[in-house]
């Protein structure tokens, strides 16, 4: 009997092979940024020599340790899940890592390749929807292959002659591999040319911010893997007329010479908006970081009126080390927002809830933020480390914290906030209908007189076989005589 569990456990473990147990983990959490292309292409993880070939390297990426608070270096998710939600989280579960681990102690087998899972349809152009408006920089910015971080603000003039109720601000990187990660904010029209004159090339260097004398509001965001908000029905922003947009990029390090184009996409609300997103930027530059200590800087600021809390951004520089974010309101309940254990200026975002956070009248918002400035942080960018305030340039640090919210309604708690635009199959040119001028769009796709990106791919592919061809046409054909 005892004998014949140890046999079925054997059996068991020895079952674990790249194919049936490891592909699945990689490609549906590393892959969308480890391919060529991507920010990750230094490490390709797409087939079983690939992830073989770095297996140890994998497992210490992915294994949690004291020194980070428990936290593993990848897939990269600075939030602490523990404290509070957010939509797209990325994470392996303790038993994905404990198979990584076994399959290894196995000697990594690579099994039946015929049974390895498939790489994902990962989105291109949006990952949203169809945009309504797409702006690209003006010009490919050169980006030298010097092996240093780049910091650019791009000026964007919208040309909008009347204000306009947004249903949300995409980034688009062209390079995935070097944008590493960009904020976009709105400012009237001209208001940083002066700026941009000032720098011969295209834009204007800019490090921790857009080197502007007011905080202005941030409107979306990018870091790799990370969706954009599509503002809930009756709920958007507001650009005014007349505005420019200004995109802040950080490109990562090359060693060869790059171009960037990216772009912005814009998606109008389709229906008016009776509740305008607000934006509010609390920054506190009155603090002093010493050299060789750790500062942990704290502030708070109470709130008159019942919100919703819709996004959140904290942004410190190179000596970040933590953030905590909470709420405590009247009746001394304690609402946590966000906790950051260690911050990592490479990897920031807005981060949204899964649904809105209520935040009553009378609360409290606390922020505190901790810095190491001693030479023990392997980021610190000055040796020996120096006294340090706030300041937009690398050596500088900041204290600072967006948030985005409208006031509170009832039912806000119950509204989903990571909504997608979805389109029946079939309406190809997204224009909520299905009719001749979808047939004339198919029929371009498969002639090859245009190339189907990946979601007007699923919309065109009617029997879902992964091909199309006039097969697609008859059923599309008789949808519409249907
Ligand atoms: C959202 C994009 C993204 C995802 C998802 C992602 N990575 Fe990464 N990975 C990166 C980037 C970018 C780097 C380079 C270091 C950095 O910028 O943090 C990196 C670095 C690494 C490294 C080198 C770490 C080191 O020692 O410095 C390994 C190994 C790795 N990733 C494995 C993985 C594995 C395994 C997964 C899935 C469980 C994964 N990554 C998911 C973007 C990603």
């Known amino acids: 009997m005892s004998k014949l569990l140890i046999i079925i456990l054997i059996n068991f473990s020895w079952s674990i092979n790249y194919s049936e147990d490891i592909s699945s983990i990689i490609y549906n959490n590393c892959t969308s940024c480890h391919r ?24 210490s990426a992915i294994e949690a340790t004291d020194d980070r608070h428990g936290d593993p270096i990848m897939p990269p998710w600075p939030p602490d899940r ?50 309504d408006m797409v702006f690209q920089l003006e010009e490919p910015y050169f980006i030298e292959g010097n092996n240093e971080d780049n910091y650019r603000c791009f000026i964007i003039p919208t040309g909008f002659t009347e204000d306009k109720e947004i249903a949300a601000i995409e980034f688009r990187p062209e390079n995935k591999e070097a944008v590493h990660h960009s904020i976009i904010t709105v400012v009237p029209s001209g208001y940083a040319d002066e700026l941009d004159s000032q720098d011969s090339d295209y834009g204007y260097e800019c490090y921790g911010g857009f080197n502007l004398d007011i905080l202005t509001p941030l409107v979306d965001g990018y870091a790799p893997g990370m969706r954009t908000t599509l503002y809930p029905e009756g709920i958007g922003d507001v650009i005014l007329a007349g505005s420019d947009l200004i995109v802040q990029m950080h490109y990562a390090p090359l060693n060869t010479n790059q171009e960037d184009q990216s772009s912005i996409n814009i998606f109008f609300k389709e229906d008016p908006i009776d509740r305008q997103i607000q934006h509010f930027q609390h920054a506190n530059p009155a603090f002093m970081l010493p050299p060789n200590q750790i500062t942990e800087v704290s502030d708070s600021f109470e709130i008159s009126n019942d919100l919703s809390l819709i996004q959140i951004l904290p942004h410190s520089h190179l000596l970040g080390k933590s953030w905590e974010i909470y ?44 810095y190491d400035n001693t030479s023990d942080n392997p980021d610190n960018p000055s040796n020996p480390p120096e006294y340090v305030f706030w300041g937009d340039g690398t050596q500088d640090e900041m204290f600072f914290v967006a948030f985005r919210f409208i006031s509170y309604e009832e039912g806000d708690e119950n509204i989903y906030l990571g909504e997608t635009i979805s389109f029946s199959q079939g309406d190809i040119n997204q224009d909520n ?30 029997n879902n076989d992964q091909i199309l061809d006039v097969l697609d046409i008859v059923i599309l054909i008789g949808l519409i005589l249907n």
């Open 36 to 59: 060529a292309g991507e920010i990750a292409s230094f490490l390709p993880l797409t087939n079983y020599s690939e992830v073989n070939n770095n297996k140890y390297w994998i497992a």
């Open 82 to 131: 523990t404290y509070s939600t957010f939509i797209d989280e990325r994470y392996l579960s303790d038993e994905d890592v404990h198979s990584f681990l076994e399959w290894i102690d196995l000697g990594a087998p690579q099994g039946d390749s015929e049974l390895e899972a498939s790489i994902p349809d990962f989105p291109n152009g949006s990952s949203i929807g169809e945009p």
């Open 327 to 370: 709420s405590v309101d009247a009746e001394d309940d304690t609402t946590n927002i966000i906790k950051i254990n260690n911050w990592d200026f490479d990897w920031q975002s807005f981060y949204t809830p899964e649904y809105m956070i209520p935040l009553s009248a009378g609360s409290t918002i606390h922020m505190n933020a901790v």
């Open 433 to 462: 209908m299905i009719n001749v001028l979808d047939i004339v769009t198919i029929v371009q796709f498969i002639l090859d007189f245009s190339n189907p990106n990946n979601i007007q791919f699923d919309l065109s592919d009617m």
